[in-house]
Nanobody, 126 residues
Framework: QVQLVESGGGLVQAGGSLRLSCAASGRTFSGYSMAWFRQAPGKEREFVAGISWSGGSTYYPDSVKGRFTISRDNAKNTVYLQMNSLKPEDTAVYYC???????????????????WGKGTLVTVSS
């Protein structure tokens, strides 16, 4: 079992930045690929960023590429999501997720992920 707890959400103006954190406990963190997903009101949960166990490979959809950066610190059992140039359409609950495959590659689908956090709300005002 892996327990995931997100933090760092909040209210920010368009063009601003936020950094989300996801602290993991339980089984060996470095054995998992990690990802961030988000879900806006009335919409399906969507993939935002993914990272392999070592941090050597990262994955992003076109909607956030160049603005968001995922990273991880295996010594701290934490994965981060740096979000820059935020837009109102980035408003959503952001979820951290873990996959038992340490070498996961595209595609990153909701039903592929094995563990989920409870989410943190990001609101971007215009």
């Amino acid at each position: 079992q892996v327990q995931l707890v997100e933090s760092g959400g909040g209210l920010v103006q368009a063009g601003g930045s936020l950094r989300l954190s996801c602290a993991a406990s339980g089984r060996t963190f470095s054995g998992y690929s990690m990802a961030w997903f988000r879900q806006a009101p009335g919409k399906e949960r969507e993939f935002v960023a993914g990272i392999s166990w070592s941090g050597g490979s990262t994955y992003y959809p076109d909607s956030v590429k160049g603005r968001f950066t995922i990273s991880r610190d295996n010594a701290k059992n934490t994965v981060y999501l740096q979000m820059n140039s935020l837009k109102p359409e980035d408003t959503a609950v952001y979820y951290c997720a873990a996959d038992r495959n340490p070498y996961k590659t595209d595609p990153w689908r909701v039903y592929d992920m094995d563990y989920w956090g409870k989410g943190t709300l990001v609101t971007v005002s215009s």
